[in-house]
């Protein structure tokens, strides 16, 4: 793999930690204490701040800040304008960074263009998060979530293609992969099974 690019006009503050193969583009800054994993990608205009953890294999696509107290597993995708918080009643007056609210983004999950996710939740693995979605509750794996507030309105495979939403055992129509639905969960069965 190769080692790391970082474009002339990004800022990676000393101290951070990136992983071989990981990619900066243009006007990205990255705080002094985040750890991110190799074969990341930083689109344009992004920000990573200290109390940061992305895995491997990460995309952020282009004007995405990802505040302290996230944490992005491997293989996420980040899409286009996407948005994090970390204080649930934020105040400029207020200093409540003692407060920020942990979010986690588990491996394979996608956020889609505009989405916002409210602090303090779990998306879970293989989920997939509709363009400008608003996340203000935990989300099962590979849900289908989409809407203000985001709802789940189906299942979608770990390739990313929509499953069936009836409660029983479904294939993923693209790769294969088995699953059974049920009334709020959807799980990959493995093989042997």
Not at 79 to 98: A, D, I, Q, Y
Not at 108 to 118: D, E, K, L, Q, R
Not at 119 to 125: F, I, K, L, N, W
């Amino acid at each position: 793999m190769s080692q790391v690019h970082i474009h002339p006009s990004a800022i990676v503050d000393e101290g951070a930690s990136l992983g071989e193969g990981t990619r900066v583009w243009h006007w990205v800054h990255i705080c002094g204490g985040a750890k991110i994993g190799k074969g990341c990608s930083f689109g344009q205009n992004v920000f990573v701040g200290n109390d940061v953890l992305i895995g491997d294999n990460v995309k952020v696509q282009n004007n995405v800040s990802i505040y302290d107290a996230v944490t992005l597993e491997d293989d996420v995708f980040c899409g286009p304008s996407m948005v994090f918080t970390n204080v649930n009643n934020p105040r400029s007056h207020v200093n409540r960074k003692n407060e920020y609210r942990r979010t986690v983004v588990k491996k394979g999950a996608s956020i889609g263009a505009n989405a916002t996710i409210v602090c303090g939740h779990t998306v879970g693995e293989y989920a997939f998060i509709g363009a400008g979605a608003v996340v203000t509750r935990d989300v099962p794996a590979y849900a289908l979530m989409v809407g203000t507030p985001a709802k789940r309105i189906g299942w979608m495979c770990s390739c990313g293609e929509r499953l069936s939403n009836d409660i029983g055992t479904h294939s993923c129509p693209v790769c294969g992969i088995h699953y059974e639905v049920g009334g709020n969960h959807c799980t990959p069965i493995k093989s042997g099974e």
